[in-house]
């Protein structure tokens, strides 16, 4: 068949041939083998760590010293000043609110420097609402209510119990904080009711109780978180 192969026929035959294989091998169409032994790298992640969250310390106590000022209503002249001392116990259940806790007493003292011959006892459960619980300064604003009791230094226990008054308290603070311990300073006013005798005698004999007590307090004290 090759013998009668004319060479026109050939030559058109030779020229597809040849276009073909170039064809095949055009750039762009072929993909050489990969080397031996080489492997594409696996792509790379980047893991993104977050900050570790605030250590939570929700319990506190707190030792305070400070001043108190009580006034009978409408008798400025008859005001009482004490010392003060106070002891609290603090639980922060949310994020800005705390709950506290705070029993306090003095002796009262006289414009010379002289001990007088009163007594102040005080306990309060009140709430806290704190602006910035995880920053190094933090203030708050507070509410609360409880007893506060002035009497002679020689009373009785019975004589005592006749002074208690239920008192409503507001105030305002501001804490200076390391990691578990904190200094700060705080400004309460306080407005008491009758005693328990006066509102007896109210009830039985239609007798006005006296005046309540108002005024104020400030502290200077420390905490310690845990």
């Given amino acids: 068949m090759m013998g009668s192969m004319s060479p026109r026929v050939f030559l058109s035959f030779a020229t597809v041939l040849v276009a073909g294989t170039a064809y095949a091998q055009a750039p762009g169409q072929y993909a050489p083998p990969s080397a031996p032994g080489y492997a594409q790298p696996p792509p ?54 705390e709950l506290e806790l705070t029993l306090g007493g003095g002796h009262e003292y006289l414009e010379g420097g002289e001990e007088g011959d009163y007594a102040v006892a005080m306990g309060t459960l009140a709430a806290r609402y704190r602006f910035n619980p995880h920053e190094s300064w933090n203030w708050w604003l507070l509410a609360g209510f409880g007893q506060t009791t002035v009497a002679p230094r020689t009373s009785t226990q019975q004589d005592i119990d006749a002074a208690a008054r239920a008192h409503g308290t507001l105030g305002v603070g501001i804490e200076k904080r390391w990691t578990r311990f904190a200094l700060q300073f705080e400004l309460r006013a306080i407005a008491t009711g009758p005693t328990q005798a006066e509102l007896d005698a109210e009830t039985q004999y239609g007798y006005m109780p006296g005046p309540g007590l108002s005024g104020g307090n400030f502290t200077f004290g420390a905490n310690y978180y845990f």
């Fill in 44 to 97: 790379q992640t980047v893991a993104v760590v977050a900050p570790p969250a605030p250590v939570e310390r929700r319990w506190s106590i707190g030792l305070a010293a400070g001043q108190l000022e009580l006034t009978p209503d409408g008798y400025d002249e008859a005001r009482q000043t004490f010392d003060l001392g106070q002891l609290a116990v603090r639980y922060r259940p949310w994020r800005h609110l």
